[in-house]
């Protein structure tokens, strides 16, 4: 099991940046792809992004793509999601998950058993 916690959200202009940053603990964190999902007001949690164990591979949602990118430090236990040219439809509470696998290509809730308590970002317009 891996406990994680979010750190980074905030409120936010429209074409600005925020860094999200997701710690780890527990498990061995080199052995967990790490995903990160997103879930607005009313709507079901949707797949952001994710990293496999190594960092070399990612693998984003189409909305996201070009614009948010994710990176993990092992030696730091930290998973990250720097979001750039952010829109108000951006706005969500954004949770990482952990996963033990091996690929990033992974994008349904159920694929990952451990989550954040998630941290809430708003993009004002």
């Known amino acids: 099991q891996v406990q994680l916690v979010e750190s980074g959200g905030g409120l936010v202009q429209a074409g600005g940046s925020l860094r999200l940053s997701c710690a780890a603990s527990?498990?061995?964190?080199?052995?967990?792809?790490m995903g990160w999902f997103r879930q607005a007001p009313g709507k079901e949690r949707e797949f952001v992004g994710a990293i496999t164990r190594s960092g070399i591979s990612t693998y984003y949602a189409d909305s996201v793509k070009g614009r948010f990118t994710i990176s993990r430090d092992n030696a730091k236990n930290t998973v990250y999601l720097q979001m750039n040219s952010l829109k108000p439809e951006d706005t969500a509470v954004y949770y990482c998950?952990?996963?033990?696998?091996?690929?990033?290509?992974?994008?349904?809730?159920?694929?990952?058993?451990?989550w954040g308590q998630g941290t809430q970002v708003t993009v004002s317009s």
């Open positions: 998950a952990a996963r033990v696998g091996s690929y990033a290509a992974r994008i349904r809730t159920s694929d990952y058993a451990d």
């Open positions: 527990g498990r061995t964190f080199s052995s967990v792809v």
